[in-house]
T-cell receptor, first 117, second 115 residues
Framework: GAVVSQHPSRVICKSGTSVKIECRSL??????MFWYRQFPKQSLMLMATSNEGSKATYEQGVEKDKFLINHASLTLSTLTVTSAHPEDSSFYIC?????????????FGEGSRLTVL | AQSVAQPEDQVNVAEGNPLTVKCTYSVSGNPYLFWYVQYPNRGLQFLLKYITGDNLVKGSYGFEAEFNKSQTSFHLKKPSALVSDSALYFC?????????????FGKGTMLLVSP
């Protein structure tokens, strides 16, 4: 099946610094990627929809200035957590949509564990 | 709106016994239904999906799921559980009729298979 690579898998940073997480579709082009956040033992919460060449669409309650999303190419979307604080510590997962519209299939990255000290 | 309910936080089953993980959904249009499995500190792995056709869908690792439109359910099943099946399972729905391209996930069900 299709492969989505997420990097880094784990990152530890100091409070106040910014962290960038990359999501790449390795063997297909993804016009749409999604970023999720997952708290321990909880479900995935959709943060934003990333569309290549346009601004991301953020879900209600997600600060767009805090979580910067850039979808610069058909194979790469990045999530930058700006001025990170301990409450931003979480597991972040991206997914990429193959095909167009609602019939495409979603493939997920392996996730990135962010720990803010 | 689209939503998914997984009524059980945890399911316990002995190895070799059949297992069922429950899922019900709500959509305004036609549902695309999915099951994913997540191992600790890992992303989601696709198990199976229902779009149209046969209501019984077979997927990876011996799992299957049955789509029941009248009960709006899509329960995950396996005839004989393995200890290695222990993981977190997510049911998800996409409402094609409403134009959604993303998935809405259930809260997840932890499956524990004892030796």
């Amino acid at each position: 099946g299709a492969v989505v690579s997420q990097h880094p898998s784990r990152v530890i940073c100091k409070s106040g610094t910014s962290v960038k997480i990359e999501c790449r579709s390795l063997d297909f082009q993804a016009t749409t990627m999604f970023w999720y956040r997952q708290f321990p033992k909880q479900s995935l919460m959709l943060m934003a929809t990333s569309n290549e060449g346009s601004k991301a669409t953020y879900e209600q309650g997600v600060e767009k200035d805090k979580f910067l999303i850039n979808h610069a190419s058909l194979t790469l979307s990045t999530l930058t957590v700006t001025s990170a604080h301990p409450e931003d510590s979480s597991f972040y997962i991206c997914s990429a949509l193959t095909g167009a519209g609602g019939t495409g299939e979603l493939f997920f990255g392996e996730g990135s564990r962010l720990t803010v000290l | 709106a689209q939503s998914v309910a997984q009524p059980e936080d945890q399911v316990n089953v002995a190895e070799g016994n059949p297992l069922t993980v429950k899922c019900t959904y709500s959509v305004s249009g036609n549902p695309y239904l999915f099951w994913y499995v997540q191992y600790p500190n890992r992303g989601l792995q696709f198990l199976l999906k229902y779009i149209t056709g046969d209501n019984l869908v077979k997927g990876s690792y011996g799992f299957e799921a049955e789509f029941n439109k009248s009960q709006t359910s899509f329960h995950l099943k396996k005839p004989s559980a393995l200890v290695s099946d222990s993981a977190l399972y997510f049911c998800a729905v996409r409402d094609i009729g409403a134009g959604y391209s993303t998935l809405t996930f259930g809260k997840g069900t932890m499956l524990l298979v004892s030796p």
